[in-house]
């Protein structure tokens, strides 16, 4: 079978990890795919050590990736795929949209919506107070030009088999197509090994750490604010580099106000990461609609205890209520009560966090993706 893997862009995130376990995936059933995109931030044998994957894959780059605001730069993909997708048996897009698209047979793993973004109200469903988006915002959609396009995309093709990474992105998928919920396969992204085992809570309770793509969506002003306010704690502040004005007005927070107790680590290495993972107790996630979250589990099966914002698919990472918030002034009172509770607390509640592990791991992922192969056969 020859397949082919498509997102626009390849950028280091959550995205990109589940596309290595597909590929993984594949491999075993004797397919080598191809990932095609207009633009790659990391070749062949870079993608597979960034994720530690012996993986055998082919990177394509078509067409040339002008400047484009980005939501037209994603249907323009798509319509460029009509051309290529002639080579191919089966696509399997992470675009979080398959509008314009070819029409073979199609599975679309959605990370979140691409049209619940664009026909949102909001410049960003992660910070309503950012204001509401503006006609002429050039970055994303001058002139609501591909808003649009998406409100004529009601529904999928009768060939096209979709899948969610949480329980919330099925619910925001049949909020804005025609499609039966119990239709949308839900196959949580791949991130725990049981064999290999969690950490133990172990790390320093003087310690918080977060790990997230420097953006403002992810909101590391909030957490350095945060820190500023409980200076008895040391905050790691962990990412890849997005945007680099972004990280640089970070950095610039930390001078102006002095604050003492927060430190910045970019790019770092998965040793280093893990490093700070297993010397920290806490970890703070302060992203608002996340769609899954893949780093809340990542820091409890490196040994820490989550505390994330209560909305979005964090809800079904991690299940306990009173480690989740809602604003500023709560995240400081769940740290506080965590620093205030014994040691035989803090376990029973890491014990309970890791029970809800299975969910999370690549056998689990490897059944969804069978049942969405084989209804994918069916209907084509």
Not at 239 to 247: A, K, L, P, W
Not at 291 to 308: D, E, K, L, S
Request: net charge positive; aromatic share 10%; with cysteine.
């Amino acid at each position: 079978m020859r397949v082919a893997i498509v997102q626009n862009r390849i950028v280091v995130g959550g995205i990109v990890h589940v596309m290595m376990n597909m590929i993984e995936h594949l491999n075993q059933q004797g397919i080598k795919p191809d990932i095609v995109t207009l633009k790659s931030a990391y070749d062949e044998e870079g993608l597979k050590q960034l994720f530690n994957k012996s993986v055998d894959f082919r990177l394509k780059k078509i067409f040339h990736n002008f400047k484009m605001p980005y939501e037209w730069n994603l249907l323009w993909f798509n319509l460029l795929l009509r051309k290529y997708a002639r080579n191919y048996d089966l696509i399997i897009s992470h675009n979080n949209v398959s509008f314009l698209g070819p029409d073979i047979p199609t599975l679309s793993y959605i990370h979140f919506p691409r049209k619940a973004r664009v026909l949102s109200k909001w410049r960003s469903i992660h910070d309503p107070g950012a204001g509401k988006m503006h006609p002429l915002l050039i970055s994303r959609d001058p002139f609501y030009l591909a808003r649009g396009l998406y409100s004529l995309n009601r529904e999928f093709r009768s060939n096209e088999v979709v899948m969610a990474n949480s329980e919330f992105t099925r619910n925001e998928i049949a909020r804005y197509y025609k499609i039966d919920p119990t239709e949308i396969i839900v196959a949580y992204p791949p991130i725990v090994n049981l064999e290999k085992g969690s950490a133990p809570l172990s790390g320093s309770r003087k310690n918080v750490m977060t790990l997230g793509r420097f953006v403002a969506s992810k909101r590391q002003i909030e957490q350095i604010r945060i820190a500023k306010k409980l200076p008895r704690y040391h905050f790691f502040i962990c990412g890849f580099v997005d945007d680099r004005s972004y990280f640089e007005k970070c950095r610039q927070t930390i001078r102006d106000e002095q604050i003492q107790n927060v430190s910045l680590h970019p790019d770092l290495e998965s040793a280093e990461l893990k490093k700070i993972f297993q010397s920290s107790a806490y970890f703070l996630h302060s992203v608002r609609n996340e769609p899954f979250g893949i780093t809340a589990i990542q820091a409890i099966q490196n040994g820490c205890i989550p505390v994330v914002h209560d909305s979005g698919g964090q809800k079904e990472t991690v299940r306990i209520a009173s480690l989740r918030y809602q604003d500023e002034d709560e995240a400081i009172a769940k740290l506080t009560a965590l620093s205030e509770m014994d040691d035989a607390s803090l376990q029973s509640f890491h014990a309970e966090l890791k029970d809800n592990l299975d969910k999370f791991t690549e056998e689990a992922f490897y059944r969804q993706m069978e049942k969405a192969m084989k209804k994918l056969s069916f209907n084509a």
